[in-house]
């Protein structure tokens, strides 16, 4: 009796040690079966470096697009909530550096350079805190990259009003880059705030861009 259950522990220890270990083995295969599924997205830490450089550029080229193909409002509005400020940051370096070459001296290309930068900024804000006051919501992040790329119709405008040089040229150049870029940020900002507070959410956005307007205009 006593062998007969010694036989019977040992058989069930060597049962439970085998179902142990086909359970570590599934586990340990899992992972390489999800990894290698044809819908599994490696995270970014996993990811290349050039990969995710690629990525981020596509990204860049799309909400670009989006600001230039004429499209519903509402539709380009949706298209940017997806905010990154790499954008933003490369159309605020190419108009800092398109206003300091045509300023007069050294100086005033310094402070030509800066004040994109604090525009950007300091209109994001205003524009953000603005949209709060009317019960919109709305991060300031996503603020700085809707105006940040909106502002690309501009900074197209004073690429060319840099190479043409004509002045009355520069002027419709810049009526045009501010007509596009109010309109291409309408739809985003439109969706912030309430129907009935919708011209006192635009107002900011007007100014931002009719500031950055005047400053390619004064360059």
């Known amino acids: 009796m006593g062998a007969g259950g010694d036989e019977a522990e040992h058989l069930q220890a060597a049962s439970l040690e085998a179902g142990v270990a086909g359970v570590s083995s599934e586990a340990a295969r899992a992972p390489l079966a999800v990894t290698s599924g044809p819908h599994h997205h490696h995270g970014t830490l996993d990811e ?3 990969d995710t450089i690629m990525r981020d550029v596509r990204s860049i080229g799309e909400k670009l ?3 230039l ?3 519903r409002p509402g539709d380009r509005g949706r298209r940017l909530k997806d905010w990154d400020l790499w954008g933003p940051l490369l159309l605020c370096l190419a108009l800092g550096v ?3 070459v045509e300023a007069p001296n050294q100086e005033q290309a310094s402070y030509a350079f800066a004040d994109v930068f604090v525009t950007v900024w300091v ?8 949209a709060l006051l009317l019960h919109g919501k709305v991060s300031f992040f996503q603020t700085v990259c809707v105006l940040g790329y909106c502002i690309f119709p501009l900074v197209i405008a ?3 009003a840099m190479l043409l040089r004509v002045d009355w040229l520069k002027v419709v150049l810049v009526a045009v880059g501010f007509a596009w870029a109010s309109g291409a940020s309408v739809g985003f900002v439109a969706e912030l705030v309430p129907e009935d507070r919708k011209l ?3 107002y900011p956005v007007w100014l931002f861009y009719a500031a950055i307007a005047w ?3 004064l360059a």
């Open 48 to 50: 290349p470096v050039m």
């Open 65 to 67: 697009m989006y600001v």
């Open 123 to 130: 209109g994001s804000a205003v524009v953000t805190f603005n």
């Open 158 to 160: 004073a690429f060319f």
């Open 215 to 217: 400053m390619v205009l």
């Open 98 to 100: 398109i206003l300091a």
């Open 200 to 202: 006192l959410g635009l």
């Open 69 to 71: 193909i004429p499209m």
